[in-house]
């Protein structure tokens, strides 16, 4: 999610909950509470504030990033959509 | 998920894609392929064989787990099953 534009999120804001890290690869659960603007993740979110999960995978190459795996709470957010 | 019950998802089977180890926790993701019976995680999955990641934290104390963080690839079961 970090990759895509920050402007569809204006206050977008994270914690990091875990953070794992070997010499090629970091592990990192973040903590995500924003307001984006429209459609996020297909869900009609337009500004409503939402708190979710994103668990990410890095793989290094040296210094570089060369692979990202993402996986976001998308559940959480529908549920607080629901409500 | 796979705290959840086996017998939901008869043929259960994943690959370890990324496993990332640190003392206290270990950071994997999975790769499933599989064909939960019912429901899956709200989706109407009904035994057709889907194939998607999940993420997962483990925090440990000694040799015991003590938290798990799980989060699944909601969107691309959805995806699939839009085909």
Redesign the interface.
Known sequence: MLEQDFENIPDLRFNI??L???PS???A?LRLDCSPKGSF??LPVNGRRVSF?????Y?FRGRKIVQI?S?????AI?AQLAQ
């Open positions: 909950d875990v794992i890290e070997e690869h970091i592990a659960r993740l297909g999960s994103e668990h990410l995978f793989r795996w996986v976001t709470d998308k559940a529908e």
